[in-house]
C-alpha cells in the first residue's frame, strides 16, 4: 500500500487520539499543595516562628539561636532600656515599665549607672501611670546605688508629694538641691509644695474655723430653745439622726436657727392642704409672726392646683389647725385643732398639746365652707367621740 494510500486509510478511520502536551497534572489539590509548602517553610531557619520548638541538630537553627541568647547581657539591658525609651516618647508607659523592667532582670553585668537609668527611667513611667508608690521604691534603689542621683530625688519627690507625703517631699528637694542647686525643675517643684502645703494649712485653718462656728450658733441656740420650756418634741419617727442630736435636729437640712439680731427662733414649717393632696414649706417662719401674716405671703397668689378665677384658698376664706398626737401615741390618737389666724407661731408652739415631729411645725389649711372641709373636721369629730365612749365604759 502507497503511502498517499496509508493516509486516505486513517482518514477514513477517524480523528487520532489527543496527544497531552507538557506535564501531567498533579493528584494533590491546590489546598493540599499550599499547606505542604508552608511547612516546608516553617522548617526553614529563616522562616520559623519560634526557634526553640526547632530541635537538635539543625545547624542554621543553632545559629540563629546563638545569635539571640550569645549577645552581652549588658548589651541586651541597653537594648530593652531604648525600647523602654521609644514606648515612653509615644506615651506607651505600661509597655516601658515592662521594658525596663525586663532589662534590670538581664544579670551577667554590673554596670552601676545603667542600673540607676534604668530605675529611674522606671520610676518615670510609674509616674505617668499614678503608681507612686512603685516609682518611689524605684528612686530609692537608684538612690541606694548612686546618692547623689537628682532624677531620683526629684522623681520622689514628685511622687510623695501626689501621695500628700509633704514633709518627705519637701526633704528630697533639699537633698536634690543640695547636689544640684542649679536644678530648675526642683526650684519649681520645692515652690509648688511650699504652694500646695500653706494652701492646705490654710484650708484646715478655715474648716476649724467653721467648726467652731458652727458649735457657737449650735451652743446659742440650744440655750434659746430650752428657755422656752413649754416646746414639746417627738422624733420617734425620725431616721438617720446623730446619736448626741438635740431633739429638734434632724437628718435633713431644714431645722431651726436663730436670728441673732432679734434672739428669734425661725422654724421651717408646712402647711398642708389635704383636699388637693399638695403642701407648702417655709424655710424660716419667725416665731412673732401670726399664722395669717405668714399665709398672706404663702397664698399671696392663687395655687395652681385652685381655681385662679375664683380662688377658694384665701387668707380671708380659709382656717387653720394642727393635728395633735401625745408623744408615743397612735394614729387613732390624733385630734384636729383649731387655732386662729391671728396666733403667732411661738404661741401655737408653746400651746401644751402641740408636738413638734422631727424639729419641722406643720399645719393643715381647711375652706371655711364646702363637703370636704365638713367631712374631714367630722373624720376627727367621730374618733375623739369613740375614744371618750371608750374611756367611759372602762370607768364603768
Not at 518611689?136 to 501626689?162: E, M
Not at 404663702?298 to 375664683?310: G, K
Not at 407661731?345 to 411645725?361: A, C, F, K, M, S
Amino acid at each position: 500500500m502507497s503511502s498517499e494510500q496509508q493516509q486516505q486509510q486513517n482518514v477514513s478511520d477517524g480523528p487520532a487520539p489527543a496527544v497531552a502536551i507538557g506535564p501531567e497534572p498533579s493528584p494533590v489539590s491546590h489546598a493540599e499543595s499550599l499547606d505542604s509548602i508552608m511547612e516546608k517553610l516553617r522548617s526553614t531557619p529563616l522562616f520559623m516562628t519560634d526557634l526553640a520548638d526547632a530541635g537538635e541538630g539543625n545547624d542554621a537553627v543553632e545559629a540563629l539561636k546563638s545569635l539571640a541568647y550569645d549577645e552581652p547581657p549588658e548589651e541586651m539591658a541597653t537594648n530593652l532600656k531604648n525600647e523602654g525609651n521609644d514606648c515612653f516618647k509615644c506615651k506607651n508607659f505600661k509597655d516601658a515599665v515592662q521594658y525596663y523592667t525586663r532589662a534590670l532582670d538581664y544579670d551577667g553585668h554590673d554596670n552601676r549607672d545603667l542600673k540607676v537609668s534604668l530605675l529611674t527611667n522606671r520610676a518615670a513611667a510609674n509616674l505617668e501611670l499614678q503608681n507612686y508608690g512603685r516609682a518611689i521604691q524605684d528612686c530609692a534603689d537608684a538612690l541606694r546605688l548612686k546618692p547623689d542621683n537628682s532624677k531620683a530625688l526629684f522623681r520622689s519627690a514628685k511622687a510623695c508629694l501626689a501621695l500628700r507625703k509633704f514633709e518627705e517631699a519637701r526633704e528630697c528637694c533639699k537633698w536634690g538641691l543640695e547636689v544640684d542647686p542649679s536644678n530648675r525643675e526642683l526650684v519649681r517643684l520645692q515652690a509648688q509644695i511650699k504652694d500646695t502645703v500653706e494652701a492646705e494649712e490654710r484650708k484646715v485653718r478655715e474648716r476649724e474655723e467653721r467648726e467652731r462656728e458652727k458649735a457657737r450658733v449650735r451652743d446659742l441656740l440650744r440655750r434659746a430653745v430650752e428657755i422656752r420650756k413649754g416646746l414639746t418634741f417627738d422624733n420617734t419617727g425620725s431616721k438617720g439622726r446623730a446619736k448626741d442630736a438635740y431633739p429638734w435636729e434632724n437628718s435633713s437640712d431644714r431645722e431651726v436657727v436663730l436670728d441673732e439680731s432679734t434672739g428669734h427662733l425661725l422654724w421651717p414649717a408646712f402647711f398642708l392642704y389635704p383636699e388637693a393632696k399638695e403642701s407648702d414649706f417655709v424655710e424660716k417662719f419667725d416665731e412673732a409672726t401670726t399664722l395669717g401674716e405668714m399665709l398672706e405671703v404663702v397664698l399671696a397668689e392663687p395655687p395652681a392646683w385652685d381655681n385662679r378665677e375664683n380662688p377658694k384658698y384665701t387668707v380671708d376664706s380659709v382656717d387653720t389647725y394642727f393635728l395633735h398626737r401625745p408623744v408615743g401615741g397612735f394614729d387613732e390618737d390624733e385630734r384636729l385643732v383649731k387655732v386662729g389666724t391671728n396666733t403667732c407661731l411661738g404661741t401655737v408652739l408653746d400651746h401644751e398639746r402641740y408636738v413638734i415631729r422631727d424639729g419641722i411645725p406643720s399645719f393643715v389649711v381647711l375652706p371655711r365652707k364646702g363637703a370636704f372641709a365638713e367631712q374631714f373636721i367630722d373624720r376627727y369629730r367621730k374618733l375623739r367621740q369613740a375614744k371618750e365612749s371608750a374611756v367611759r365604759k372602762v370607768a364603768a
